[in-house]
């Protein structure tokens, strides 16, 4: 399990498109597997830590005021994977991603339409805000969908292929 985390974890630092990341993939996969429930919180967030330290240091791009509701939202997703721990049939997973990626966009971009300058404070502004980011859900959705289907996915097929994984979380 851990291989499948570190593996989709490290496509969050190869080029991709704008939010098509692993992450909240790995929150709800950690969130419905992880025996610990910590960990399930901790590999998440210290993935995105890292990662964003790296981001920081290399291009100075990696800190930034929304951080806390990137943060927040992940550790959301979390709860929801908890609820997929003894049900993880395949329309159950979907609804999940779909509800976790539509959680993520309320979320973030609520933050941006409070913390930033760039939209009025009343509803025309938030309501230009989620316009503006309406591209920023396409790839968040299509990235939550392809990693959540690759890491369930993988993970069911080595439990399948492997016995000793079938009695695992």
């Known amino acids: 399990m851990l291989g499948i985390l ?11 498109p704008p939010n098509f990341t692993p992450i909240a993939a790995i929150a709800l996969f950690g969130g419905a597997h992880l025996e610990r429930k910590l960990w399930a919180f901790l590999t998440p967030l210290l993935i995105m830590l890292i990662s964003d330290i790296g981001f920081e240091l290399l291009s100075g791009i990696g800190f930034h005021r929304q951080m806390p509701a ?4 992940f550790a959301a997703i979390v709860c929801m994977g908890f609820g ?8 159950r997973i979907a609804m ?6 539509t959680l993520f966009f309320i979320v973030t971009n609520f933050s941006v339409w409070v913390l930033d300058a760039l939209y009025p404070k009343n509803l025309l502004g938030l309501t230009a805000c989620y316009t503006a ?11 939550d969908i392809f990693y959540t289907a690759l890491l369930f996915g993988a993970w ?14």
Do not use: D, K
């Open 6 to 16: 570190l593996t989709a974890a490290l496509t969050r630092l190869i080029p991709h």
């Open 70 to 73: 990137v943060y927040i939202s």
């Open 84 to 91: 997929l721990r003894s049900r993880r049939r395949i329309s």
């Open 96 to 101: 999940t991603t779909f509800m976790a990626s």
């Open 133 to 143: 980011a309406l591209p920023f859900f396409g790839n968040q959705m299509a990235g």
């Open 156 to 169: 069911a097929l080595a439990q399948r292929r492997f016995p000793i994984f079938a009695s695992t979380h």
